[in-house]
T-cell receptor, first 110, second 115 residues
């Protein structure tokens, strides 16, 4: 059964730094890999979706990569800002279901 | 923009009560989902629906039922609320029928407390 892991559970960095969030999955037979952002007490906002045939997707300061052979996806955030503070979740899509990681809580210190 | 709304942001109910959580989406999406989110456990799928009057069990359907009488509305029902159902409930929708692999759009969530 697919398992999705996000390490670390929390991360604190100074404003302006570039950073990488990690997502690993055990079964490489996925349809796509999705990254979401969740602000405290709120729902989730979709950030990026990488199809299984793609290696990366970019949106503004965000870049997500996918390496199915190693079971890894990364979310790269350039020039971090305090407004990037949130919990970031990844989810793998396979067999008509999304399997979710528990998230990484990111704090950007001004 | 897709908008997914949920009937309540916060709800407090007593053990044994019947609880209705409603979700409405305005983008004519085929698929709708109900998740619960608990600290350290991530999101877990309760039920999903890919068409009106159709429903499929997710990972944790016990103690819950759902109703989809209209395309835009998906209701989650707790037949007899218990304290272990205290959680954040998230509704989502996605465009294409038949699968859950499309981008999902989420509502703001309902934080349910069962006393």
């Amino acid at each position: 059964k697919q398992e999705v892991t996000q390490i670390p559970a929390a991360l604190s960095v100074p404003e302006g730094e570039n950073l990488v969030l990690n997502c690993s999955f055990t079964d490489s037979a996925i349809y796509n890999l999705q990254w979401f952002r969740q602000d405290p007490g709120k729902g989730l906002t979709s950030l990026l979706l990488i199809q299984s045939s793609q290696r990366e997707q970019t949106s503004g300061r965000l870049n997500a990569s996918l390496d199915k052979s190693s079971g890894r996806s990364t979310l790269y955030i350039a020039a971090s800002q305090p407004g990037d503070s949130a919990t970031y979740l990844c989810a793998s899509a396979s067999n008509y279901q999304l399997i979710w990681g528990a998230g990484t809580k990111l704090i950007i210190k001004p | 923009d897709v908008k997914v709304t949920q009937s309540s942001r916060y709800l407090v109910k007593r053990t044994g009560e019947k609880v209705f959580l409603e979700c409405v989406q305005d983008m004519d999406h085929e698929n709708m989902f109900w998740y619960r989110q608990d600290p350290g456990l991530g999101l877990r799928l309760i039920y999903f629906s890919y068409d009106v009057k159709m429903k499929e069990k997710g990972d944790i359907p016990e103690g819950y039922s759902v109703s989809r009488e209209k395309k835009e509305r998906f209701s989650l029902i707790l037949e007899s609320a218990s304290t272990n159902q205290t959680s954040m409930y998230l509704c989502a929708s996605s465009l294409r029928a038949g699968g859950v692999t499309d981008t999902q759009y989420f509502g703001p969530g309902t934080r349910l407390t069962v006393l």
